[in-house]
């Protein structure tokens, strides 16, 4: 890690002039920045007085004018902005903020006794802060009084918007906790089976890891599998602001593949954004059918003698549990030859040995991407992943081994080493207890996996495995979300509906009216990230510096920020001296900054005092040493051992195969879906495998209810469903025709793109489109386009409960007659008290 003072990193800036690391606007005196930067039509702009911002998708420059923004630029540092970054004015002013505390009408009228069909009717009744926070605080004391903290559903907060003070998750449960406890949740929509199941594996999550550097991939690979995974798509976001550092190393792969210095292996049921960038090669998979695939690879390594038998002996245990069932000596007697495998995956057996043959015949890196474990058994693939790599032997060495990170946040720049800004603290920190001290869950369990939310409100009580433990669902009766869209992230629109209607109240704190704020009872209008003083991390893994996040214009309306929403609250139990440390935000955000100042100090990082860091906006550090993933487990596995229960990388787990699990036993195995297109279960009726992969236009829902944004991607007003030629022909579909997707789970619109990346049998509706049925009622279509109006709500496995978004299979048609409107945007109908609509000039405010 190198180490830096002020004077030794100006220095460094110096000698990097003209590089391709720093551009030459960060290279004046005392690396501030130059005041004139070029607008993309080549214009010279003076941004001297323009205000400073972060965002997922990129650090940025605002213009404002009257307390109004009326330009973005983006930060000089980032020589890869996305054009997600022009959706930023249409999110600040859209058509869909949510502008007031609004109460759905009936529940206004009768509370928890509401009648909650009604939910997603879109019927609001405008109240003041007070009552709203009052009525807020009464529903929380009614459900701790009544019922006690399994009633109470908390911990869905998702990808909050960057900002270390304002993080919206840390500002309702640290409020709410001061109240009393809750049920939480226990992993993520992103990561539910990978984050489970390699631990046991490799010893650690890894998919949140940082992988190994993206010179030493370059210097030192001779072939790359991209596998199931899109990084020249999936990186144009990041955790925290985003700096589009690894772009840099993508071209260069791009040259290396031109010049035939790395071969590129794209495998993927659909031709990606990243094999048409790199123009490298392309493998054909049939959807769900990546554990066959892998099976007949690891056979061929298996009987040609390909493997690295000396790996396997020194850093691996159950190799030979493993072998049998490849063999087709235990279990469904089957052995797991290319031949067999051939016409599961649609991949020809020859075809496999070749592949097999050249990872093992060169120094081979597997990048997986995260899409794959989205899918019924999604631990399966991971798991073999990590068997094929072993075999290869390649594990630890630079160019080598296998990655599940590498299309996310910039991971594989090499880190700076500096530490980055804390967060305003999620937990009570003063030895006070709750109002409401009641741990007494009466046998409901008080964490749940997060994607069987929806399974505890139709099954409430029921008993399920989760990573060798048994759960019993607790049937709440509230739940919390703040900036989390779970009408967006979770599954099957339908069955959500169902369950609502067996919740008494929800509450939704966001900044648009998404479907989750439509199917709430207490909607509480938070600001922007660009509407209150933050700071944030640039660079969730290089940690390449801090970016200052001024606030660019006054809340609108009458939001407020996440900070000032629930300091409120808890002013209703006498606790928002302690909620917040009687410091206001900017005091927060000066104190979180000089916390960080002072742990960099200690390691030689200059850090300038707040006064100018706040002035200037950013602060950046240098690039650190490249680094080799697992390489010092490689080099001594007893004092660097993994985190597995022995230790070692675990082919075989005897843990897991003591859990008894039939869907997860103690290696993996091949195992038929649900529903497979291809010839797989179901596919008679519904013959189309629909793929909802991250979107290329935006960072899942947000920025969706950006106008601008999506005037560049709908058809028809309605979201891209893309679909090869011949599915298109043969069901008289031409480009930017209205269709109907559907299955016995729902049915949604969506406008026809036509496209040759897509093989028969496989359509693509990117997640993130939002939910706009034409009613509450059960089976209403959806005017927008939301492919988890149609996906699978099951759990991946007994093992990790994850979500199976990826295991659905559809039928399209052309749609005729009239459309319906889209009712996706917009805010809500505003009602009064009995019914009425409220006029418009009560609210037009």
């Known amino acids: 890690m190198k180490k830096m003072n002020r004077r030794g990193f100006l220095k460094s800036l110096a000698a990097l002039s003209g590089t391709a690391l720093l551009p030459m606007p960060l290279l004046a005196k005392d690396s501030i920045v130059t005041s004139v930067v070029t ?21 940025f420059r605002a213009k404002v004018e009257a307390n109004r923004v009326t330009e973005i630029l983006p930060f000089e540092f980032d020589q890869h902005p996305t054009d997600i970054l022009d959706g930023t004015l249409g999110v600040i002013y859209s058509p869909s903020r949510v502008r007031y505390p609004m109460i759905r009408l009936d529940w206004y009228k009768n509370h928890h006794k509401s009648d909650t069909s009604q939910r997603g009717d879109n019927r609001f009744v405008r109240v003041g802060w007070d009552e709203a926070l009052d009525l807020l605080y009464q529903e929380l004391e009614r459900v701790q009084r009544n019922h006690g903290p399994w009633a109470l559903h908390t911990a869905n907060v998702g990808w909050r918007s960057v ?4 993080s919206c998750g840390n500002h309702m449960l640290r409020a709410i906790a001061m109240h009393g406890n809750s049920v939480g949740t226990a992993g993520d929509y992103s990561t539910g089976a990978g984050q489970v199941i390699l631990p046991y594996i490799l010893g650690s999550t890894e998919v949140y890891s940082q992988g190994t550097s993206w ?75 990546d554990v066959a695939f892998m099976l007949a690879i690891a056979h061929t390594l ?96 630079p160019g080598g081994g296998i990655s599940y990170s590498h299309h996310y946040s910039s991971v594989g720049v090499p880190a700076s080493g500096a530490s980055m800004p804390g967060a305003f603290p999620l937990n009570l920190d003063t030895g006070r207890k709750p109002k409401y001290d009641n741990s007494d869950y009466q046998g409901y369990s008080s964490v749940i996996p997060v994607a069987r939310f929806v399974d505890c409100l139709l099954e409430p009580g029921k008993k399920i495995n989760f990573n060798g433990q048994e759960v019993t669902l607790p049937p709440f009766k ?18 959500m509906k169902k369950a609502y209607r067996n919740i008494e109240t929800v509450v939704s704190v966001d900044y648009n009216w998404t479907a989750t704020c439509r199917f709430a ?51 209703r139990m006498n606790r928002h001296l302690e909620y917040s440390r009687q410091m206001d935000e900017m005091q927060w955000v000066e104190q979180i900054y000089e916390d960080c100042r002072a742990e960099n100090l200690k390691k030689d990082f200059y850090m300038p005092p707040f006064a100018e860091f706040w002035q200037k906006g950013y602060v950046l550090f240098p690039e650190g040493d490249n680094w080799v993933r697992h390489a010092d487990f490689r080099e001594d596995p007893e004092v660097n051992a993994l985190g597995t229960p022995s230790g070692f990388i675990e082919i075989s787990s005897r843990k897991i195969a003591s859990y008894g699990y039939e869907d997860c036993k103690g290696h993996p195995i091949w195992m038929e879906k649900i529903e497979r297109s291809h010839g797989g279960p179901g596919s008679d009726k519904y013959p189309l495998w629909l793929q909802s992969v991250h979107p290329d236009t935006r960072l899942h829902s947000q920025t969706c209810e950006s106008e601008a944004r999506r005037e560049v991607y709908t058809v028809q007003g309605r979201e891209p469903c893309y679909i090869g030629p011949e ?35 496989v359509i693509r509706i990117q997640e993130g489109a939002w939910y706009g049925p034409t009613g509450p009622e059960i089976g209403a279509i959806d005017t927008y386009g939301d492919p988890n109006t149609v996906s699978l709500d099951v759990g991946t496995s007994s093992l990790a409960q994850g979500p199976s978004a990826n295991t659905c299979i559809v039928e399209i048609e052309k749609f005729t007659g009239k459309a319906p409107a889209v009712t996706a945007f917009g805010g809500p109908k505003y009602v009064n008290p009995d019914g009425s609509p409220e006029t418009a000039e009560s609210y037009s405010s």
């Open 39 to 59: 607008r993309p039509n080549g214009e010279k702009v003076d941004i001297s007085n323009w205000k400073m911002s972060g965002a997922h998708w990129g650090a």
């Open 163 to 166: 900002g270390n003070v304002h």
């Open 215 to 289: 010179p030493l991939i370059l210097d030192n690979s001779k072939v790359i599998i991209f596998w199931a995974n899109d990084p020249v798509k999936n990186l144009q976001v990041g955790w925290n602001t985003e700096t589009h550092e690894a772009y840099e190393y993508l071209e260069k792969l791009r040259d290396k593949v031109r010049d035939k210095d790395i071969q590129v292996i794209c495998i993927d049921p659909v031709k990606s954004k990243t094999q048409n960038y790199l123009e490298c090669d392309h493998q054909f998979i049939n959807p769900l059918t």
């Open 302 to 397: 298996y009987t040609e003698d390909l493997y690295d038998k000396e790996f396997l002996d020194m850093y691996a245990l159950g190799f030979d549990e493993f072998t049998p069932y490849l063999m087709g000596k235990t279990e469904d007697m089957v052995e797991k030859t290319p031949e067999w495998a051939a016409p599961i995956c649609g991949i020809d057996a020859d075809r496999i040995r070749e592949l097999a043959r050249l990872m093992a015949n060169n120094r081979t890196q597997l990048v997986f991407g995260w899409a794959i474990q989205r899918q019924q058994h999604g631990e399966q693939p991971y798991w073999m992943g990590a068997i094929i790599a072993s075999m290869l032997g390649q594990i630890g060495l």
């Open 478 to 495: 509230m739940a919390v979300f703040s900036g989390s869209n779970q009408w967006h992230r979770h599954q099957d629109r339908n069955r």
């Open 521 to 571: 009872d207490i909607v509480l209008p938070a600001c922007t990230p660009y509407e209150r003083n933050d700071l944030d991390a640039y660079g969730s893994y290089s940690n390449r510096g801090v970016i200052a996040m001024h606030k660019l214009v006054d809340p609108l309306y009458q939001s407020k920020s996440d900070f000032d929403i629930w300091r409120e609250f808890s002013r």
């Open 727 to 761: 599915d298109a022909k043969a069901r008289g579909i031409k480009d930017g025709d209205l269709v109907r997707v559907y299955n016995d789970r729902g049915q949604l619109l969506a406008g026809a793109v036509i496209s040759d990346n897509f093989p028969p049998g």
